[in-house]
C-alpha cells in the first residue's frame, strides 16, 4: 500500500468521523426527547391510576405497562445512540490503524 493511499485513506475516515460525531449529537438529543417523554407519561398514568383508587401496590407495574410503548421507543433511541459511539469508537481504531502504517512506510521510505 502505497503512503499516497494510506493518506487518502486516513482522510476518508477522517471525514466519516466527522459526520458520526455530528450524528452522535442528534441521537443524544433524540434519546434524552424520548426519556423525557417516558417519564412524563409515566409519571400522568400513575396520577391517573391514582386518581382511579387503584391499589397502590399496583400502580407502578400498571403504570409501566401502560406506558411501555414509550419505553420502547426510549430504549430505542438509546440503543441507536450507543452504536454510533461503538461505531465511532471502530472508527477511531481504524485511523488509528492507518496511521500507523502511514508512519511505519514514512520511516522505512526515509
Partial sequence: MELTSVVQLIYQATK???KIQR???KLAEQK?????????????????LRAENIPTTLIPDMARGN??????E???AEGTYKSALSAM??????INALQSVAKYQNEVGS
Fill in 32 to 48: 434524552a426527547v424520548t426519556e423525557n417523554a417516558y417519564r412524563q407519561k409515566l409519571a400522568e398514568e400513575m396520577m391517573k
Fill in 89 to 94: 469508537e471502530a472508527l477511531k481504531v481504524e
Fill in 74 to 76: 426510549r430504549d430505542l
Fill in 67 to 72: 406506558t411501555s410503548y414509550f419505553k420502547l
Fill in 16 to 18: 466519516r468521523l466527522d
Fill in 23 to 25: 450524528q452522535i449529537f
